[in-house]
């Protein structure tokens, strides 16, 4: 590719050419920096085709960028300078609510935070909570998880329909699914764009579930006796609270550790500021308020907490309550903290829940005797399976080999051993393409193979550009 094919972009799509206006545009929040003569910034799906179209006929590779806080660097580009940038952020024209069917049409370069903010008049949200605000079509990409995929699951789970522009010289316009729920008349091809990173197409508009917003909520970091004794809590928790339990966020003492020491103003409450070897945040919420055949809140959560003292083993050792703003301070630092404690290697690896116990105790086991200068700073979803891997390398800097030898010893110890996903939430990009290939390639070529055959079914093929 030239620079001048790429500025050769019809002249109303925005762009920008200039290094210093570039910058933002090319680092990703874990250090990756890339290069790229063009960031290119249309304001519809039109304008999104048209793009996809110029760049795909002059063979100019193209990284759709969203929020740009993804952690598998999957979206800037990369560092060969040819490779353009199709921003999304300009995509925030459309903001339809449906409030009778509790759901949204929104562009895709709204931030979560705007769509919720907007929503706010109608009591209602978007219920995929985490601790980055990025843009809904960087969402459906990556198939968000987040804290509260307990109650609510994750994006796909909560994506009715989508509008998407093929990756292809064509850059077909298509729009799949509907505000509609319940609809069985074929294969729900929208799934295919969700959680697949922009492979095959541009997501532009999204129609999205919508929840009643929470009307009160009670939070409190349980200390668990022993490892093990997390998962018991959790079945204990969910056999009483049933879906009252909307979150589950365990947090191990060195990510803790990290986070009270670069966030001054989070509060330290565990007795003497002690930190156990592991804590869970514990979630419970409603979206009804005060009513009348309603107990309150905290006496639900304490007495479910009273219970679990006297169960067998006593897997309950400690419960802090405390106001839901601070404790979720605590684990939304969780990131951060880990990421200012050195040279980070992080593992977003998910398990059925009892295989995150097991594993983790195989790591603590085996990681001192095979990468001595590691520390296990891990925290996650455990109400899901997620695990936050994060390994922080002490003794000096952090050479390329070493992290490559490190980061195939873990993910072949959770691939192989234990059945983990290698990318529970935050999809492949640079730092998981190399278990792709491994571990994904053989079923991803099967499935191709299907939908070589599905492509002559009809799917509604709006326009075309030209
Ligand atoms: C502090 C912090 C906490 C986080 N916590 C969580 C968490 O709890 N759970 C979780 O799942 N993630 C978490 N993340 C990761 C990240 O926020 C999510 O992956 C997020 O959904 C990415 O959205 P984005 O808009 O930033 O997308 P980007 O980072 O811009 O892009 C992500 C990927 O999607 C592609 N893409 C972007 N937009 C489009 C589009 N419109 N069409 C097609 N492809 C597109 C990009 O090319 C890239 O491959 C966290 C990140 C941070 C920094």
Request: aromatic share 8%.
């Amino acid at each position: 590719m030239s620079l001048n094919k790429t500025c050769a972009v019809p002249e109303r799509i925005a762009n920008i050419t200039t290094p210093r206006d570039m910058v933002t545009y090319l680092e990703g929040v874990r250090g990756e920096r890339g290069q790229s003569p063009i960031v290119l910034r249309p304001t519809s799906t039109q304008e999104v085709a048209l793009c996809v179209h110029h760049c795909a006929s002059h063979d100019i590779p193209f990284v759709p960028q969203s929020g740009n806080t993804g952690l598998v660097g999957a979206s800037v580009p990369d560092d060969t300078g040819q490779m353009a940038v199709l921003s999304l952020d300009k995509l925030r024209g459309v903001f339809k609510v449906d409030l009778a069917n509790r759901s949204v049409t929104v562009g895709a370069g709204l931030r979560l935070s705007d769509v919720n903010a907007r929503l706010t008049e109608h009591g209602l949200f978007f219920p995929i909570d985490l601790g980055s605000d990025p843009m809904i079509g960087g969402m459906v990409a990556t198939n968000t998880g987040g804290g509260r995929f307990l109650r609510y699951g994750d994006v796909r789970r909560n994506v009715l329909g989508l509008t998407v522009v093929l990756n292809t010289v064509e850059a077909d316009i298509l729009t799949l699914g509907s505000p509609v729920r319940k609809n069985n008349t074929g294969p729900d091809w929208k799934q295919n764009y969700i959680g697949t990173s922009g492979w095959y197409g541009v997501i532009t508009e999204v129609i999205l579930n919508l929840e009643p917003v929470v009307q009160e909520q009670e939070t409190a970091i349980i200390v668990p006796s022993s490892d093990a004794a997390m998962l018991v809590l959790l079945q204990h928790l969910e056999a009483r609270l049933g879906p009252l339990l909307s979150a589950y966020e365990f947090m191990s003492e060195p990510a803790m550790r990290h986070a009270f020491a670069h966030v001054s103003s989070l509060k330290n409450a565990f007795e003497d500021g002690i930190i156990p070897p592991n804590a869970v945040l514990i979630e419970v919420s409603r979206t009804t308020s005060k009513a009348p055949w309603d107990t309150p809140l905290d006496e639900v959560l304490q007495s479910a907490l009273m219970e679990a003292w006297e169960l067998e083993n006593a897997p309950l050792q400690d419960a802090l309550f405390g106001r839901p703003e601070e404790i979720w301070a605590l684990r939304h630092a969780l990131s951060e903290g880990v990421k200012s404690a050195g040279p980070l290697i992080a593992f977003d690896l998910g398990f059925t829940r009892d295989k995150v116990i097991a594993f983790r105790a195989e790591m603590a086991r085996m990681l001192p005797q095979e990468f001595p200068e590691i520390e296990i700073c891990d925290f996650g979803h455990l109400g899901d399976g997620g695990l936050h891997f994060n390994l922080i390398k002490s003794g000096g800097p952090l050479t390329s080999d070493y992290e490559l030898e490190l980061r195939d010893w873990v993910v072949e110890a959770a691939v192989e051993r234990f059945g983990a996903s290698y990318s529970a939430e935050h999809g492949i990009g640079p730092k998981n393409i190399r278990y792709f290939e491994r571990y994904s390639v053989l079923e991803e070529t099967q499935l191709k193979r299907q939908g070589d055959l599905f492509a002559s079914r009809p799917i509604r093929k709006l326009e075309t550009p030209k």
